[in-house]
Nanobody, 127 residues
């Protein structure tokens, strides 16, 4: 059964850091782009970052550029989101998702319809 599980969320003060993980089971991530998305209370879900299957292409929302870094370890079947200099406005439930329907694309695109989603992990930045 194809499954994505996020972990690493928590409570952190402004300026702090967290590293989110997205572990896949039931399939290999090697061929697929992965995206990180977030949804804050009362707001629509938004794309945060994505990484191509090779890792050679990454993309970030303007609001997180220079603070967040996406990476992948295909040997561990896991994708990471390193979040530094966190701000209260980063508070949200963070989801990872996999783009199975468009394998091995050279570029990743956050606006595509991602096929499978994890259950989410809460990130709360408070002062």
């Amino acid at each position: 059964q194809l499954q994505l599980v996020e972990s690493g969320g928590g409570l952190v003060q402004p300026g702090g850091s967290l590293r989110l993980s997205c572990a896949a089971s039931g399939f290999t991530l090697d061929y697929y782009a992965i995206g990180w998305f977030r949804q804050a209370p009362g707001k629509e879900r938004e794309g945060v970052s994505c990484i191509s299957s090779s890792g050679g292409s990454t993309s970030y929302a303007d609001s997180v550029k220079g603070r967040f870094t996406i990476s992948r370890d295909n040997a561990k079947n896991t994708v990471y989101l390193q979040m530094n200099s966190l701000k209260p406005e980063d508070t949200a439930v963070y989801y990872c998702a996999v783009l199975v329907s468009h394998p091995q694309q050279p570029m990743c695109v956050m606006t595509r319809r991602y096929d499978y989603w994890g259950q989410g992990t809460q990130v709360t930045v408070f002062s």
